[in-house]
């Protein structure tokens, strides 16, 4: 690895914007990996440095570009959150079939999390809101069973229901996004699968 290709990284690891030109204007390779291979954009995307990354994407940084605990640039949105960085990402066609380590698409995360803008913005780009993970779960499986139950998860599911994710799709059990959300008590999110359902 280059001196300059360890500047790119540094920078952005930090959000330096600035440094990252000089990297690259040094000629550091935007696919350059640190010791757990991840590559300046991850590492930029996943601290939420969204101008780092927006000259990373403009010098061709490719956002399938895969860690050794197989995150991306772009799953990494889904677990942050970040609409700003999922904006700045889009543009450099990400892999939306791309899944992490447990066989999810970057809506799963956000869902489980309660990220309501990223949710609400990224099924309107074509991603598989039935896509189902290694757990058996779809994002609106994830949504009620490791949601709160709060507005933002009803919200999620509300979301998720209107973008047409389909109710009926039950776990690796064959228990229904209503069945357990009757199980737990949310009674807001139940409704709101009775009259999709």
Same mark, same amino acid.
């Given at each position: 690895m280059t001196t300059a290709d360890t500047d790119l990284l540094a920078a952005a690891s930090t959000g330096d914007a600035d440094a990252v030109r000089a990297a690259l204007d040094a000629g550091a390779d935007t696919e350059a990996r640190d010791e757990h291979d991840r590559t300046p954009l991850l590492l930029a995307a996943a601290a939420d440095h969204v101008e780092a990354a927006r000259v990373l994407v403009a010098a061709g940084a &490719?956002?399938? @570009?895969?860690?050794?605990?197989? &995150?991306?640039?772009w799953l990494v949105t889904g677990v942050t959150g970040? #609409?700003?960085?999922?904006? $700045?990402?889009?543009?450099?066609?990400?892999?939306l079939t791309e899944v992490n380590r447990y066989g999810?698409?970057?809506?799963?995360? @956000?869902?489980?999390?309660?990220? #309501?803008?990223? #949710?609400?913005? $990224? $099924? %309107? %780009?074509?991603?598989?809101?039935?896509?189902?993970?290694?757990l058996g779960w779809t994002a609106l499986l994830e949504?009620?069973?490791?949601? &709160?139950?709060?507005?933002?998860?009803?919200?999620?599911?509300?979301?998720?229901?209107?973008?047409? @994710?389909d109710p009926s799709v039950a776990d690796a059990e064959g228990v229904t996004a209503l069945e357990h959300a009757e199980r737990l008590g949310r009674t807001e999110i139940a409704r709101l699968l009775r009259e999709r359902g």
């Open positions: &490719d956002p399938d @570009a895969l860690d050794d605990r197989y &995150d991306t640039p970040s #609409v700003a960085m999922l904006e $700045v990402l889009l543009p450099a066609d990400p892999d999810g698409v970057s809506v799963i995360p @956000a869902s489980e999390r309660g990220h #309501v803008d990223y #949710v609400r913005r $990224v $099924v %309107t %780009t074509g991603i598989d809101v039935d896509h189902v993970n290694r949504a009620v069973i490791l949601g &709160d139950g709060g507005a933002r998860h009803q919200e999620i599911v509300r979301i998720l229901l209107e973008a047409g @994710a």
